[in-house]
């Protein structure tokens, strides 16, 4: 990869600079008490943060949470970030009320050497997301005015044109942080030449989310299985009835045509767990994939589906799993993502985990994540990098 990264910044010296550092914060809160229920993503950049504490640096860590209107929005404020933060890097992290303003100027020029500030929320600026060329500058200029040096840790936004992600690496020097380079070098290896055979697993609600990600692997992968919500478009484009289950009417025959040219790369569910209502005590039971009651809807692949998955990944060199089985925040519908995962994690194949409820589901649902080759934190920018696309984040930093 043509991209300066974190130890070439280190080796030039930052103590007592100004290092700016994009990371991926965007942890899930409880609605009602404001925890953080998964603080992996904040783990995920301890590897940049505690080498730029070391090297004496001050370091300036920004990020978006959620998705505010452009102004500020008290539950979606980075303050508890900041807290959890602190107490793993093991120092307490000052946080700036703003984003560019009269706090975040305050706070910044109050650091010492080797200690972390960490600014509001970034989409509470309209700048931010805007896509005007001027005024998303306009906010890249006073972002980069905190900053002597840029990096990019947060793969899950490279996918992303923002100004914090697009236009800041323009204005400073920049590099590659140590989660964004360990990223790009596991997802090239999916895209380059990986040991077959190669198996990859996709789910997730949505046929249309995952369409181009299923067009770019298709001719690639050894077998595609597919389970989550998505797989009721493709059994209802075999003919099946799938009762009130997630359906994507506009996509059958989309389905249809993708199951012609996969020369039999494609794997569908046998069997799925059907529920009366969606709900976690619902009545539910296992049935046939082509004999799913008219009144019920399937939130779960079942046990025959599970072992024929498992059978597949066990002959697997290469595995890539995006998007659970079903819908696993309900322990009755659990069971599929739980058994796909646990079948990943008994084969000797380079795993890669693509992110998002992918990664949530590893760790709600209490697996070992080094039994895993690689968890992604980008669910959206590793789908993307599969698909061949051009990731703004990434095409900056090679400027």
């Known amino acids: 990869m043509t991209i300066r990264n974190l130890d070439d910044l280190l080796a030039e010296g930052v103590s007592g600079r100004r290092v700016l550092v994009r990371a991926d914060l965007n942890v899930p809160l409880d609605k009602q008490t404001g925890d953080i229920t998964d603080d992996g993503r904040i783990r995920a950049v301890l590897p940049t943060l505690s080498a730029l504490v070391q090297a004496g640096a001050k370091v300036v860590v920004c990020s978006h949470l959620g998705r505010p209107k452009g102004t500020p929005d008290p539950q979606f404020s980075l303050r508890p970030v900041a807290g959890r933060l602190g107490e793993l890097l093991g120092a307490p992290v000052h946080f700036a009320e ?29 700048g931010e997301t805007s896509k005007d060329e001027a005024e998303r500058g306009a906010f890249a200029d006073q972002l980069a005015a905190l900053g002597d040096a840029y990096v990019d840790d947060a793969f899950g936004a490279v996918h992303r044109k923002h100004a914090s992600v697009h236009d800041v690496p323009v204005r400073l020097p920049h590099v590659a942080g140590r989660l964004v380079l360990r990223e790009v070098e596991v997802l090239s290896k999916l895209t380059g030449t990986p040991e077959r055979p190669y198996v990859v697993v996709l789910g997730g609600s949505k046929v249309s989310d995952k369409l181009a990600v299923i067009e770019a692997l298709l001719p690639t992968v050894d077998r595609l299985l597919i389970g989550g919500g998505m797989c009721f478009t493709f059994l209802k484009a075999q003919g099946h009835e799938v009762g009130t289950s997630l359906l994507e009417e506009e996509m059958v025959e989309t389905c249809r045509n993708l199951l012609e040219r996969s020369a039999g790369k494609i794997m569908l569910p046998v069997d799925v767990v059907a529920a009366d209502a969606f709900a976690p005590d619902a009545a539910h039971d296992t049935v046939p994939a082509d004999g799913i009651p008219s009144h019920r809807l399937g939130l779960d692949i079942g046990p025959e589906t599970v072992a024929g998955f498992a059978a597949a990944l066990s002959q697997a060199k290469t595995i890539f799993w995006n998007g659970p089985m079903g819908v696993f925040e309900m322990a009755a519908f659990a069971n599929g993502t739980r058994g796909v995962a646990e079948a990943i994690t008994k084969t000797d194949a380079f795993s890669v985990v693509g992110g998002g409820d992918s990664a949530a589901a590893v760790r709600a649902l209490g697996l070992d994540e080094s039994s895993f080759g690689h968890i992604s934190t980008g669910g959206g920018a590793s789908l993307e990098y599969l698909e061949g696309k051009t990731l703004p984040g990434i095409a900056a930093l090679e400027n």
Not at 107 to 120: F, K, M, P
Request: proline share 0%.
């Open 98 to 126: 703003d984003t560019v303003g009269d706090s975040a100027q305050s706070t910044v020029a109050g650091l010492a050497d080797g200690q972390v500030a960490l600014l509001e929320n970034l989409r509470f600026n309209k």
